[in-house]
């Protein structure tokens, strides 16, 4: 008996049909200047864009969002409090503090700086001497810190984003790409809503010294959230950012841009693209079957499939006829299958994009069949097999 990857299309077109009525066909499309660009729906996940979105690209300021996120599980886990002390070390002020003329909260050297200060410096100015007083702070130098990052991204489901530096400042071998960044914003919503709020504090005074945030989004009245901006000289200006307007949030990464102005107007109109463009839709309720697998060898020939929950997905207010769905699954299946058991996914396209995929599992349970059970699916499987 042999297993290949079996995909069953998915009747949903006509279901999208039946409950919403005649639909306009018309081309979805959104173009940007943008060299990569990625967008999800902040609840759902569902991939409303994409461009280029695995290329890899220098984080630049961005990785600050990764240092952050560290920081952030650190406080969630207890090992540190937000009035926790840490020491400005002549190396944090040398390197991205005011003699280095980047980005930089003007911490003083050899000074004190609260967790709280230094966090809010990250968020707002971008300040690269509260990246290093971190990264010392919890692990001793700057390159154990950057490995840690790395190892924490994996663990995030990051598998191409490396860091060299806690700051983003320009180092051989850092990478992300714009998918991961907005998976790494959607996960600091997510996990650390008290302190995302950070990211849209318009304004932070330290040393006597007042900055505005460098998220040209928070300037908009588009209900932004801000997060980061980025330039590098081999991928130009980038941003990610996040909107959330009437109880939808959407997060976007952009990258490749000519300027500051161009980033700030390709992101906007992103952002508002992703919600004015879909709309939220039921097509599965919960413990409704999505589809059936195969099964080799039981006492009935197929097995039928469920979501883990109600299937919601963000779908085009128009050309809903380019969204297709498929069951992927490994099969047959071998009997008994366990109700329960994971079995494959769902995968849903809007055009060319793979816009959600979620786990499906059996909805029942498949004893082992009779002999002549077990039989008639062997000479089928040799008779039809090498087809696949």
């Not at 503090?97 to 100015?125: C, H, Y």
């Not at 924490?152 to 983003?168: D, E, H, I, P």
């Not at 919960?286 to 020939?301: I, L, P, R, T």
């Amino acid at each position: 008996m042999s297993f290949f990857l079996r995909t069953q299309l998915v009747g949903l077109i006509g279901l999208f049909c039946a409950c919403l009525g005649a639909i306009p066909v018309q081309a979805q499309q959104f173009e940007t200047k943008a060299a990569q660009a990625f967008m999800v729906d902040g609840e759902t996940g569902s991939v409303l864009f994409a461009k280029d979105a695995d290329a890899p690209i220098q984080p630049a300021s961005l990785a600050k969002l990764m240092t952050l996120e560290m920081a952030f599980d650190a406080l969630r886990s207890g090992r540190l409090r937000l009035d926790d002390t840490f020491v400005v070390s002549e190396n944090a002020w040398r390197t991205g503090g005011a003699p280095s003329r980047t980005s930089t909260m003007f911490a003083a050297v050899r000074s004190s700086i609260p967790l709280e200060d230094i966090l809010r410096g990250i968020a707002v100015q971008a300040a690269n001497d509260g990246c290093i007083i971190i990264a010392e702070g919890l692990a001793g130098s700057e390159d154990s810190f950057a490995f840690q990052m790395t190892e924490r991204a994996r663990k995030l489901g990051l598998q191409k984003s490396t860091f060299v530096n806690s700051t983003g400042l320009p180092a051989e071998g850092q990478q992300t790409t714009v998918r991961e960044l907005v998976q790494l914003s959607r996960h600091l919503q997510q996990t650390y809503p008290d302190y995302y709020m950070l990211f849209q504090e318009t304004e932070f005074t330290w040393n006597k010294i007042t900055q505005r945030n460098r998220n040209p989004l928070l300037a908009m009245d588009i209900g932004a959230e801000g997060l980061a901006v980025g330039a590098s000289e081999q991928n130009g200006f980038a941003i990610v950012g996040a909107i959330q307007q009437n109880g939808r949030r959407v997060f976007a990464a952009l990258s490749g841009l000519a300027s500051d102005r161009e980033r700030a107007e390709e992101a906007r109109k992103l952002l508002e693209w992703g919600l004015r463009s879909f709309q939220k839709t039921q097509v599965f309720a919960m413990d409704e079957v999505v589809g059936e697998a195969q099964v080799y060898g039981g006492v009935k020939s197929g097995v039928s499939l469920k979501a883990e929950g109600p299937v919601e997905l963000l779908l085009p207010n128009t050309s809903r006829d380019r969204v297709t769905a498929r069951i992927v699954y490994q099969g047959p299946l071998p009997a008994p299958v366990e109700k329960g058991q994971p079995v494959g996914v769902l995968r849903i396209w809007i055009g060319d994009t793979l816009s959600q995929e979620m786990p499906l599992h059996a909805a029942e349970t498949v004893e082992v069949g009779e002999l002549h059970n077990r039989a008639f699916d062997a000479l089928k499987e040799l008779a039809i097999g090498w087809l696949r």
